[in-house]
């Protein structure tokens, strides 16, 4: 006879046609569960379904050992049987009937159940790599959803389809002829964080769009103040609006495997390179004498944000550092631009809020960066994530912006990063596809570039911004003048173009 249930095997666990098949107590040692204990007393099989009313055999129901439920007997329909009388059902077979529905239903479930916690196990014994790459799988698919960084409400889709982009001018309270003016842009944008910022009561999506519209007029309005060439010119607005808009781009994308043999062929060439421990300290005094010419002294960023449910996260200073130079760069900090004798701002109180203010900035600039680079490397590679490389608490390094060069949503799409190693005075410079130094005698073109070049410091398991010390006489460095120190130094560096 074949086994009924999944519990009428008395075998080992096993697989076949996509069910599992598990060790029981076998029929006789149920069936004596089942007389010693009236609580079970259910029928083993499926009673058979119902016949056509035409063909259905007289039935009686007849007792069976205590506990055992209602035993079916039936005849043959050749059998001498009684004068034909109207069918009835037994008042006490229907009583047992939905007993035996609802008995049967809840025996299901808790076999079910069973079977599932079983399965479980056996997976994680047996089979952990599926149960690995299926994590995987969902960790990718959770972090590429961050990069969406939609306000939120955006679940209320009825009520926003069909509407326009947010107008930064309308976010910021101007007019179009307005907000051509760095002080107008500057002067609404303290009124308008005032009114949004969290610690002020406000909403924290509200207080995002108030930072993402002062980046980009900011950085329209001192494009439009300088001489401007529209036919060469980089459009600094569509570099600070890129939380809302995508570009498309004809260039050909490179594959993983071009990056990650880039990578091995630098982080080969640094090992060789530094094998020497006093060829490494010479390098990194020579670095020293870099960063001097090049008027660059690292700042302290921090190492932990918040992320989008305002939970604390560690180990972020890597992206901090890159918001820091990045706000820096197009002037978008307040308290670079702070003016002692200006009537507006000239208590103590205020410059301390707008250090305030200027703290989310960054730290909603730092995450926009964690989200979209990670989310580059996590699809190149998504067993990082189970390999403990990548991750909400993580240490990220340098070698992330490979994987985002080429990216047309990036925040850094058209930046260059320079990373000064103190640990062995090497010098990292990720270029991004759409920078562009080739124009630098265009005034235009000049602040542009050196906006867009970012520099950081990094000393064991921790990351800085370099900054000028005076970041409103507009002294970075732009990313030609870096490697031409460089070279005259005999510092070496590796550059990382993401157009080449």
Same mark, same amino acid.
């Given at each position: 006879? @074949?086994?009924?249930?999944?519990?009428?095997?008395?075998? $080992?666990?096993?697989?076949?046609?996509?069910?599992?098949?598990?060790?029981?107590?076998?029929?006789?040692?149920?069936?004596?569960?089942?007389?010693?204990?009236?609580?079970?007393?259910?029928?083993?099989?499926?009673?058979?379904?119902?016949?056509?009313?035409?063909?259905?055999?007289?039935?009686?129901?007849?007792?069976?050992?205590?506990?055992? #439920?209602?035993?079916?007997?039936?005849?043959?329909?050749?059998?001498?049987?009684?004068?034909?009388?109207?069918?009835?059902?037994?008042?006490?077979?229907?009583?047992?009937?939905?007993?035996?529905?609802?008995?049967?239903?809840?025996?299901?479930?808790?076999?079910?159940? %069973?079977?599932?916690?079983? =399965?479980?196990?056996?997976?994680? %014994?047996?089979?952990?790599?599926?149960?690995?790459?299926?994590?995987?799988?969902?960790?990718?698919?959770?972090?590429?959803?961050?990069? &969406?960084?939609?306000?939120?409400?955006?679940?209320?889709?009825?009520?926003?389809?069909?509407?326009?982009?947010?107008?930064?001018?309308?976010?910021?309270?101007?007019?179009?002829?307005?907000?051509?003016?760095?002080?107008?842009?500057?002067? =609404?944008?303290?009124?308008?964080?005032?009114? %949004?910022?969290?610690?002020?009561?406000?909403?924290?999506?509200?207080?995002?769009?108030? &930072?993402?519209? !002062?980046?980009?007029?900011?950085?329209?309005?001192?494009?439009?103040?300088?001489?401007?060439?529209?036919?060469?010119?980089?459009?600094?607005?569509?570099?600070?609006?890129?939380?809302?808009?995508?570009?498309?781009?004809?260039? %050909?994308?490179?594959?993983?495997?071009?990056?990650?043999?880039?990578?091995?062929?630098?982080?080969?060439?640094?090992?060789?390179?530094?094998?020497?421990?006093?060829? $490494?300290?010479?390098?990194?005094?020579?670095?020293?004498?870099?960063?001097?010419?090049?008027?660059?002294?690292?700042?302290?960023?921090?190492?932990?944000?918040?992320?989008?449910?305002?939970?604390?996260?560690?180990?972020?200073?890597?992206?901090?550092? /890159?918001?820091?130079?990045?706000?820096? #760069?197009? #002037?978008?900090?307040?308290?670079?631009?702070?003016?002692?004798?200006?009537?507006?701002?000239?208590?103590?109180?205020?410059?301390?809020?707008? @250090? +305030?203010?200027?703290?989310?900035?960054?730290?909603?600039?730092?995450?926009?960066?964690?989200?979209?680079?990670? #989310?580059?490397?996590?699809? =190149?590679?998504?067993?990082?994530?189970? &390999?403990?490389?990548?991750?909400?608490?993580?240490?990220?390094?340098?070698?992330?912006?490979?994987?985002?060069?080429?990216?047309?949503?990036? /925040?850094?799409?058209?930046?260059?990063v320079a990373i000064f190693d103190e640990t062995s005075g090497f010098v990292?410079? !990720?270029?991004?596809?759409? !920078?562009?130094?080739?124009?630098?005698?265009?005034?235009?073109?000049?602040?542009?570039?050196?906006?867009?070049?970012?520099?950081?410091?990094?000393?064991?398991?921790?990351?800085?911004?370099?900054?000028?010390?005076?970041?409103?006489?507009? +002294?970075?460095?732009?990313?030609?003048?870096?490697? $031409?120190?460089?070279?005259?130094?005999?510092?070496? !560096?590796?550059?990382?173009?993401?157009?080449?």
């Open positions: 006879e @074949q086994p009924t249930s999944l519990l009428d095997r008395n075998e $080992q666990p096993s697989m076949g046609n996509g069910c599992f098949y598990f060790a029981g107590k076998g029929r006789e040692g149920r069936d004596r569960d089942i007389l010693d204990d009236d609580s079970h007393a259910l029928p083993l099989r499926t009673p058979p379904p119902s016949l056509p009313r035409s063909n259905l055999p007289s039935a009686t129901a007849t007792p069976t050992a205590a506990g055992a #439920g209602v035993s079916a007997t039936s005849t043959t329909p050749n059998a001498p049987t009684e004068p034909e009388q109207p069918l009835q059902a037994p008042k006490s077979t229907s009583v047992t009937s939905a007993s035996f529905t609802s008995s049967a239903m809840v025996e299901s479930r808790s076999r079910m159940s %069973t079977c599932l916690r079983t =399965a479980w196990t056996e997976l994680q %014994t047996n089979n952990p790599q599926l149960l690995e790459e299926r994590e995987l799988q969902r960790a990718l698919e959770l972090s590429l959803l961050d990069c &969406a960084l939609v306000p939120s409400g955006s679940n209320k889709s009825k009520n926003r389809q069909g509407k326009a982009a947010p107008n930064p001018v309308e976010i910021l309270g101007l007019s179009t002829a307005t907000s051509t003016s760095v002080e107008n842009v500057r002067r =609404a944008y303290r009124k308008r964080s005032l009114e %949004t910022h969290p610690d002020k009561g406000g909403n924290p999506d509200d207080f995002a769009l108030v &930072a993402w519209a !002062y980046r980009t007029l900011l950085a329209k309005a001192m494009h439009q103040q300088r001489p401007s060439d529209a036919a060469s010119s980089i459009s600094a607005s569509s570099t600070a609006s890129t939380l809302f808009t995508t570009g498309a781009s004809t260039k %050909t994308l490179k594959t993983t495997a071009h990056w990650d043999e880039a990578l091995k062929a630098h982080k080969d060439l640094v090992a060789e390179l530094f094998a020497d421990s006093h060829a $490494q300290n010479e390098a990194v005094a020579k670095q020293h004498r870099v960063l001097k010419c090049l008027r660059l002294y690292h700042q302290e960023a921090g190492s932990s944000n918040l992320n989008e449910k305002q939970e604390r996260i560690q180990n972020s200073c890597f992206y901090l550092s /890159l918001a820091v130079s990045y706000l820096s #760069g197009i #002037g978008a900090l307040m308290t670079d631009s702070f003016d002692g004798d200006d009537s507006e701002v000239g208590d103590e109180s205020y410059r301390q809020f707008l @250090q +305030t203010a200027d703290q989310g900035l960054i730290g909603q600039t730092a995450l926009q960066l964690k989200r979209t680079i990670e #989310g580059a490397v996590l699809q =190149a590679h998504p067993e990082w994530a189970a &390999a403990g490389l990548v991750g909400e608490e993580v240490q990220a390094f340098s070698d992330f912006l490979v994987y985002q060069l080429q990216s047309e949503t990036s /925040l850094l799409r058209d930046c260059a990292d410079v !990720y270029k991004a596809a759409g !920078y562009s130094d080739t124009n630098l005698t265009d005034p235009s073109q000049d602040w542009v570039e050196r906006a867009h070049t970012l520099t950081l410091r990094y000393t064991p398991g921790h990351y800085q911004p370099l900054l000028p010390k005076n970041t409103q006489n507009n +002294t970075r460095p732009s990313l030609k003048e870096i490697l $031409q120190t460089l070279d005259l130094e005999n510092v070496f !560096y590796v550059v990382t173009d993401g157009d080449s």
